[in-house]
């Protein structure tokens, strides 16, 4: 089969690789769509930290945003049988630690994680996964449209992580994918008003026809003063989703006393300008998250419903043998984009 894999920093080429077969209690998944994701870059530039903590072994196929069709079936397997329609967790537990019993498989000490950690990902014509983190696709819900569960998994496990209250008015930074799902989740779980601030006035618009009250572009606005115009004060929630340092301290600005803030990105840099007095002095609840474990059933039939749309998002389709060049053009920004799709199986 083919597969896109990545053998050193900016080093991705389209091989030649053997098809995997199950082993007892795992499925093959042959791949319809496979989603590129900020991750994906990060590996590939090298400045992801789980490449440098040596957790991303080389040559590895990228790619944990998909959705498929099983192919095969393992010993045991009685859940799943050829034909179903499925995608899956990024995360794969031991199911053993004392995080995974707990149900916190995603910060699991022994995780792999498809295409990230010790696992082949989806940028291939098959990929093989253990039934534990698989899922069947409600009817309505297209295998397109699915192969963004994943990131919606971390927007509405972030959006858990915050508990806002029904109502509560809500900013969310960042005008990406994370973002503009988080914007989502937010409001299908009772959020009331939710501010998005972001870059590019093309996002905006999808942020807008996506439920948002108001957007803010950082570039002509005032981040701190605009959202607060806006929702008439400080806010009950921040979803901090830009993976950008310099916007922590404004996100601190925005809060009420008693606020609370998930940041749902990864920082390439430290935060040097946190006022942390103002984290104590409010009683200000900071919580990080990471996958989005657990939530995949429930995702999957507000997508079904159409309470979180994904296909807006998608604004690039190209076919497996053009993911090279995909990455030079997403990382030189030539092109604006959301969400980059690679078709590579292409069933509805």
Known sequence: MQAARLFGTRDMRVVQVNRPHPARGEVVVRVAYAGICGTDLEIYTGRM??????WVPLPQTLGHEWSG???EVGEGVTEFAPGDRVTGDVTISCRMCEY???????????RRSVGIIRKDGAFAEFLVMPIHHVYKLPEGLSLEDAAVTEPASCALHAVQRLGPDPGDRIVVIGDGTLG?????AARA???GRVVLIGSHDEKLAIARQLGAYATVNRHRDDVVQAPLDLLGGKVEGVIEASGNAAAFGSALRLLRPGGRMVIISIYHEPVSSADLAFVATNEIVLSGTLAGPNVFPGLLRLMAEGAIRTRPLITQRLPLAQVPDAFQKIESRSELS???MVTIRGEA
């Open 180 to 184: 503009l799902l988080a914007l989502q």
């Open 338 to 340: 959301v969400k980059t």
């Open 69 to 71: 069709i099983v192919d």
């Open 189 to 191: 779980v009772g959020a």
């Open 49 to 54: 930290p789980f490449v440098r903590m040596g």
């Open 100 to 110: 995974c019993k707990a149900g916190r498989y995603n910060i699991c000490p022994n």
